[in-house]
């Protein structure tokens, strides 16, 4: 469901605008108060009616957010709004100030349009060059004047204007040990997913071969012997490590109802490109695999599908944290970490010390006053190495495909952020930050793929209370270069096979990049041609093009920046339909 409402000042009443159901959001009223629910909340209706009669006495919300799964609240009293943001960004809340009031709902496309909104250049452009950072976007939209309320964070708004309220959200806990981290992650886990299975008789879920997709099957599999297990393979990219493992672990699950889906070149990459709802967005590139997944799940009747979306982010953590290392003065351990990591990568280990002290002497304020200066200077990496790109606070940004308006605006945006930035948090946390935020956008993107087929997609590994199991623990603390993620083993050993928690390898799927691309060449060589960003003074399309065609050519190429274009390209285009101001 999106839904858009008011409050109107002249008034001081609340009133919903426009509303669309579907099956993420429900509907809770009692005497005084009306709550829309919004995500993936696996009370009932009744002890939701209930918490909810308890708040209208209390006036204390908390206890609405402390059920299982992930989800919003929008709590609708007569004249006024409250407003509770997941802690982990899925189901995203929106604000828009308008002459009478404030716009308040789901969709910052729908209140873009009543508000009439200008498009938001700045973070588009934020986007392209440094989707990480999130200082840089500070939950700005696409729009002006639009704003994404913080995960965790609560927005009153009533009598006395708006209030913003830090509420629950998740962050780092120096105190809290592996041990206890691995138990709250295998009670958390554990009960997201069998509340799923028990409750949801026709349910599929992947199962690819990986870690992640692997363990919810088993698990689910272990309270409902009916689901039904789906194995993506493509004779156009086969990768064959994923499928020839997804065949060997069926033997952990005798009955589990396995079925593959054969994959076609209309799969791969760049062929059907979708544009994104509210937030341009790579994951709109390359969804074919998954539609061939789900058209299947929609066959067998299923209503519910599970994916193991975001185990890699909130299971692992980013090289960046060897820089967390770095900072305590634990040599040893940095020096065992890059062997480790150099010898997964072919890198040299005093290379990657070298960045990660490098890293460590360099706070978060002085590197978003570099990536300005980069920004103006429109600086053109050479090809980057990977300690370069993976030890460090983001991406070697292309800013030289920048137009030279986005330019100077996002250079000055950056150098007054830089100015109002601290260190409150290691250097892999806030990294793994801006990685959640990505993670959250891919998937917003598969589950408008499930809308199509009629299925919610559910991924537990996003859950509120495993995304808090999994992060409160630093990053430093979380990873092992020579164990494959060590708190998911901990947290399940007994309840998911050995083999299954120690896989060494993880798929590539680089060559599907390089098939799709060339593949698709002629319609991307026309979106460049006649590039909407461009008219928006977003990019100079000439060097993305050069781009373009080394990877049709096979050269190196950095696939998240040209792939982030494209998704703003199909994006602008989209919106510019709906938007009147864009």
């Not at 997709?213 to 993506?232: D, F, I, Q, R």
């Not at 098939?515 to 000439?542: K, M, T």
Request: glycine share 8%; aromatic share 6%.
């Amino acid at each position: 469901m999106n839904f858009v409402g008011i409050w109107r000042s002249p008034t001081a009443s609340v009133a919903v605008l426009s509303a669309t159901p579907g099956p993420e959001t429900r509907t809770i009223t009692v005497p005084g108060v009306e709550m829309i629910v919004i995500g993936h909340c696996l009370a009932t209706d009744a002890l939701l009616a209930d918490g909810l009669t308890a708040v209208r006495v209390t006036g204390k919300p908390r206890q609405l957010t402390e059920w299982l799964g992930c989800y919003s609240l929008a709590l609708l009293f007569s004249d006024e709004v409250t407003l509770i943001a997941d802690p982990v960004g899925q189901f995203p809340l929106y604000v828009c100030d308008v002459p009478d009031g404030a716009l308040f709902g789901t969709n910052a496309t729908d209140i873009a349009a009543r508000a009439n909104a200008r498009l938001d250049r700045i973070h588009i452009a934020a986007g392209l060059i440094c989707p990480g950072a999130l200082e840089v976007s500070d939950y700005r939209t696409p729009f002006h004047q639009v704003k994404q309320i913080p995960p965790g964070h609560l927005v009153r708004t009533g009598y006395s204007g708006r209030q913003l309220e830090k509420f629950d959200p998740v962050e780092p806990d120096k105190d809290l040990t592996f041990a206890d981290a691995a138990e709250r992650l295998r009670l958390s886990l554990t009960a997201a997913v069998s509340a799923r299975a028990t409750e949801t008789p026709f349910m599929t879920t992947d199962f690819s071969g990986g870690i992640d997709s692997t363990s919810l099957a088993l698990l689910a599999h272990g309270w409902n012997h009916g689901v039904k297990g789906l194995t993506y393979r493509s004779p156009a990219n086969p990768v064959h490590d994923d499928p020839v493992r997804a065949e060997n672990y069926l033997r952990f699950a005798p009955g589990l109802r396995h079925h593959w889906v054969d994959g076609t070149a209309e799969d791969l990459p760049y062929q059907d490109l979708v544009p994104a709802r509210d937030d341009p967005h790579v994951s709109s590139i390359a969804t074919g695999p998954l539609r061939a997944r789900l058209r299947l799940a929609a066959e067998l009747g299923s209503a519910v599908h599970l994916v193991g979306e975001g185990g890699d982010v909130v299971l692992g953590a980013p090289p960046a944290y060897l820089a967390d290392l770095a900072r305590r003065g634990d040599m040893g351990a940095l020096w065992r970490h890059c062997v480790a990591w150099a010898r997964i990568r072919q890198r040299s280990p005093l290379a990657l010390a070298r960045h990660a002290v490098a890293l460590a002497a360099t706070s978060r304020r002085r590197a978003l006053l570099m990536l300005a200066a980069s920004v103006g200077r429109a600086t053109v990496p050479g090809e980057p190495l990977w300690e370069a790109e993976a030890i460090g606070y983001w991406d070697v940004p292309q800013t030289h495909w920048l137009a030279k308006p986005a330019r100077a605006e996002l250079a000055a945006h950056i150098h007054a952020v830089a100015d109002r930035t601290f260190d409150t948090m290691g250097v892999g946390d806030i990294v793994a930050r801006g990685q959640l935020r990505t993670q959250v956008l891919t998937q917003r993107a598969v589950r408008h793929v499930g809308d199509e087929f009629g299925i919610a997609v559910h991924a537990p590994f996003l859950d509120s209370e495993v995304v808090r199991a999994c992060l409160s623990l630093p990053a430093f603390r979380r990873v092992d270069p020579t164990t494959p993620k060590p708190l998911l083993r901990t947290a399940l050993s007994g309840l998911v096979p050995e083999p299954v928690l120690t896989r060494p390898t993880k798929g590539d799927y680089t060559r599907s990049a390089y098939l799709g691309i060339r593949r698709a060449a002629p319609a991307l060589r026309r979106l460049l041609a006649d590039s909407a960003a461009a008219d928006h003074g977003l990019i100079n399309p000439v060097p993305v093009r050069a781009t373009l065609e080394g990877a049709v050519q096979g050269l190196p190429t950095p696939w998240g920046a040209l792939n982030q274009v494209f998704a703003v390209e199909v994006w602008l285009r989209d919106v510019s339909r709906k938007v009147a101001g864009v």
